[in-house]
């Protein structure tokens, strides 16, 4: 008999993930997914080992290891003169060090292998075009309003995880969280055939930085694709989630036209794409209560962030493992989620922050990004990996 019936709302990396982490523990799972497919629009992730070891210890390398790329290493561009101002070796380097892979992912790719192994998981039901209404919640116990294929619908739960993502229905609702805001900075994406870039940008993970914004690029697709994203600070006021751009539109905005400062060989990137779709990076305080009674938040339902240390979705494959371990030892589900939350907040709290500042450092105009350079050049403050060193040797086993 299973321990607990859990309702997750949200069924993107978070959810599934959590799911599959909470039946392999014994319960019985309910995903609620508001979209009639799963489906990730054309864009890249970066795993770094701290998430890829959670998917790994889920059963999923085979499935991943597919279409996930090792980058060779990364690689960091002067905005001045496009010279390399930093490199580190990534593949077989950071595996040896973590023991666990660094991947660059396509979103559909790791959405189709989570959702591969959520259906080959008898304890998971997957519902589609289910949204999350609201809930009534009791000590232990939980029943949850959905919309299932434009009926309403009540499930009976021991449990409600709000893994809705940024704009989450689950915090506004039930743990009077704060409204998502647009943070002033929009993302720019776009995939194109690898055949169409340079040798020297095909195996490394790329990053081009520039006062008020950045360009990172990766290839995805077992090496068949390449993936952009361009980072602008922007008073974009229609804040929205992928919307198609112009090449047009992106090059006025990115500061392609006139007196441009772009180096000729980020230029020629950023010129590669015909079309690219921008979101509006929004995000919140995270310092509320995620979790009461039976209701906890999860990913970027509880922490978004923005995405300059590359771990939204690692922190919320990290949420998953924590959350069914807090489960296993705990006397009820309240005091689970309870304890997830505690193991969670300070780490999820400091990633947060480390992203803000990586954007500042990122951003920085071009007389202070002078003495920037010179640091990275020098490895001032560590090398690059040494930054990410907290982060990435993550273990479930030592969640905090
Ligand atoms: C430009 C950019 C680059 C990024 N790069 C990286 C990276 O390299 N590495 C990394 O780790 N992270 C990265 N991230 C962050 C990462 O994408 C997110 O942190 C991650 O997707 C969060 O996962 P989630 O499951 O919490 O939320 P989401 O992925 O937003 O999933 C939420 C799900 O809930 C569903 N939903 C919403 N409301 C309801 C409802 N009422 N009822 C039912 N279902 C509902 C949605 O349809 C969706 O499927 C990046 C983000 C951006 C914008």
């Not at 997830?340 to 105009?365: C, D, F």
Request: hydrophobic letters at 45%; glycine letters at 10%.
């Amino acid at each position: 008999m299973s321990k607990h019936h859990i309702i997750i709302a949200g069924g993107g990396i978070g959810g599934l993930t959590t799911a599959l982490a909470l039946a392999r523990t014994g319960h019985r799972v309910t995903v609620l997914e508001q979209s009639p497919v799963l489906a990730e629009v054309g864009a890249g992730i970066q795993l770094s080992p701290n998430a890829s070891r959670v998917l790994v210890d889920l059963g999923l390398h085979d499935s991943l290891a597919r279409s996930a790329v090792t980058p060779r290493e990364i690689v960091v561009h002067s905005s001045r003169n496009g010279g390399i101002v930093a490199r580190t070796p990534v593949g077989r380097a950071v595996e040896a060090r973590y023991g666990a892979p660094f991947w660059v992912i396509h979103r559909a790719d790791l959405l189709s292998a989570l959702a591969g192994a959520v259906a080959a998981e008898p304890a998971i039901e997957l519902v589609l075009d289910a949204r999350f209404r609201d809930a009534s919640p009791a000590p232990d116990a939980i029943t949850v309003h959905a919309t299932i294929a434009g009926q309403p619908g009540d499930l009976e739960g021991d449990g409600l995880i709000g893994a809705d993502g940024v704009r989450s229905r689950v915090r506004t609702k039930l743990r009077a969280g704060p409204p998502a805001r647009y943070t002033g900075r929009t993302a720019y994406r776009a995939t194109v055939p690898i055949e169409r870039v340079p040798d020297e940008y095909r195996d490394v993970t790329g990053m081009w930085l520039s006062p008020r914004a950045h360009l990172v690029h990766y290839p995805l697709r077992a090496g068949r694709e390449f993936n952009l994203v361009a980072v602008v600070e922007d008073d974009w006021q229609n804040e929205g989630w992928s919307i198609p751009a112009s090449k047009a539109e992106f090059a006025t905005h990115f500061g392609l036209t006139g007196r441009s400062r772009w180096p000729e060989a980020a230029r020629r990137l950023l010129d590669l794409p015909e079309t690219w779709t921008k979101w509006a990076l929004c995000g919140f305080d995270s310092d509320f209560e995620w979790s009461s009674g039976a209701v906890t938040l999860l990913g970027d339902a509880a922490h978004a962030t923005l995405p300059f240390a590359a771990q939204g979705g690692g922190m919320a494959i990290e949420d998953a493992a924590v959350v069914a371990r807090a489960l296993e030892g705990a006397p009820t589900v309240s005091a689970g989620f309870r304890a997830y939350e505690t193991l969670r907040k300070q780490r999820t709290r400091a990633i947060v922050e480390q992203a803000v500042s990586n954007g500042r450092l990122y951003h920085l105009p071009h007389a202070l990004a002078l003495f920037r350079d010179a640091a990275l050049k020098m490895g001032v403050g560590g090398q690059l990996l040494d930054r990410m060193d907290w982060i990435y040797r993550w273990h479930p086993e030592r969640p905090d």
